[in-house]
């Protein structure tokens, strides 16, 4: 009986298994920062369809500085617009039936259910009414 003495393979072994211990809390905590660092993907959005989205029965784009006087208004009734437009400015409305009156028809783009109505000349005035599909008038 007498004295022990450490095995040096156990001693070995121990630092072995402390060496892989430490190895893999420093793979752990690269793993950690690399993934606080990186922004969660951001989640898929689903754009709505052509056919979820309503079309406007009609659709003005302003495309100059200033487009003067526009009016919109149901017929006999309601104005749903008066006024100047600027540069970029977008009105839509979906009202079954709608008079458009424009001052100046060459600063505008106007579609009408979806189509492109051919553009006014600079300086010119445009009077039209504008209807829904499968709208009579």
């Given at each position: 009986m007498g004295r022990h003495r450490s095995d040096p393979k156990s001693i070995a072994r121990l630092a072995l298994?402390?060496?892989?211990?430490?190895?893999?809390?420093?793979?752990?905590?690269?793993?950690?920062?690399?993934?606080?660092?990186?922004?969660?993907?951001?989640?898929?959005?689903?754009?709505?369809?052509?056919?979820?989205?309503?079309?406007?029965?009609?659709?003005?784009?302003?495309?100059a500085d200033v487009c003067p006087h526009v009016v919109l208004r149901v017929p006999g009734g309601q104005v749903?617009?008066?006024?100047?437009?600027?540069?970029?400015d977008e009105i839509r409305y979906f009202e079954p039936e709608i008079d458009v009156v424009i001052e100046d028809a060459g600063t505008v783009q106007v579609t009408e259910n979806g189509t492109a109505r051919p553009p006014g000349k600079p300086g010119e005035r445009a009077d039209f009414t504008v209807r829904a599909p499968g709208r009579q008038g």
């Open positions: 298994i402390g060496l892989a211990v430490v190895a893999l809390l420093v793979v752990g905590a690269i793993a950690l920062l690399n993934r606080a660092e990186t922004p969660p993907p951001e989640k898929p959005v689903a754009s709505p369809s052509s056919s979820q989205m309503p079309m406007p029965t009609v659709k003005v784009v302003c495309e749903l617009y008066n006024g100047d437009m600027a540069l970029g």
